[in-house]
């Protein structure tokens, strides 16, 4: 009989313990904050590397994202169907490279309305419905992009201007930046300005048309990405790259790789890894009832053969290699 206590004592131990157990309540698990981003292009290096900065932000405040971009940043309509989806499935923000000033006012005046933040990078929106706006100065880029002009070719000379599209924002400020600082020089003389959209191809063959035109040509200045590609091809296809030169705009693989070639002479570069880091971080102090400002400046620089290899250009040239 001696072993009745202690199976009683073992008993009660059980009884105890499952008590216990029973009380101890599951408290429900807090959901991430959830942004949406929506880009100007899925394709580029500057896409990638403000995709590569807003994901390294994500990570850092413990949110989750997703990705929307047309495949053409001139394709406005179908950038603004993609931002439909996004509010329809209620983020708790959004971060937007709109692809043009005014057609995408209304739709971001939807997020307002549906009381999700809208931040917007690189790009600006006609609308007062955007807590903040990321990106570089364009109009003082243009400006660096002109006086950069001015050293390569002196202060008299033929020039012409590849731009992206007649209303899209960004390059509208760059060309005015850029008019204005060469206008202070009246030997320079703008012999035209042409449209290539997002067609490389179309691009060099506007170069052609160009220096065909115009076979006393001094300089041409790119004022995105594409272009910037077209009209070095161009250019260095006619044997044309001592006497033409070429200010570019942004700093992809192949531009860089022109510019040690002496294809292209300068390119003015922005900071698009700050640009997607900054957005989702705005973003989220937004969500968190913080103050953010309406501006943020990224900052913008010119680089030539000579600054390249620096460290710190280095860093901004190359965000992907730690």
Known sequence: MRWKPLMIALLVALLSISSCTESVETLPTEQKKHLEVVLRSQEGDYWKTVKLGAEVAAKEFDVTLDFRAPGDEADVKGQIALLEQSIAS???????????????????????????????????????????????????????????????IGTSGQIAIMSFRKGERNTE??????????SKFPGVQVLDTVYSLTDRELSAKLTHDI?????????????NE????????????RNLNEKVKIITFDSTSEEL??????????????????????????????????????????????????????????KLLFPFIK
């Open 90 to 152: 209620s983020p708790d923000a959004i971060v937007l490279a709109a692809n043009d000033y005014k057609e995408l006012s209304p739709i971001v005046d939807e997020a307002g309305e549906a009381h999700i933040p809208v931040i917007t990078v690189d790009s600006e929106v006609e609308t007062k419905n955007v807590r903040s706006f990321i990106g570089a100065n364009n109009y003082e880029a243009g400006q660096l992009a002109g006086r950069q002009l001015i050293k390569l």
């Open 173 to 182: 400020l760059r060309e005015k930046g850029l008019l204005d600082e060469i």
């Open 211 to 223: 220096i065909d035109k115009h076979p006393e040509l001094d300089g041409i200045v790119a004022l």
């Open 226 to 237: 594409i272009s910037s590609i077209g009209v070095a091809s161009a250019v260095q296809s």
């Open 257 to 314: 790789e022109l510019l040690q070639e002496g294809v292209i002479q300068a390119t003015i570069i922005q900071n698009p890894f700050s640009i997607g880091y900054l957005g989702v971080k705005s973003a989220v102090d937004a969500l968190k009832g913080k103050s953010v400002p309406k501006r943020v400046e990224t900052g913008i620089k010119a680089i030539d053969l000579n600054n390249m290899f620096w460290s710190d250009n280095q």
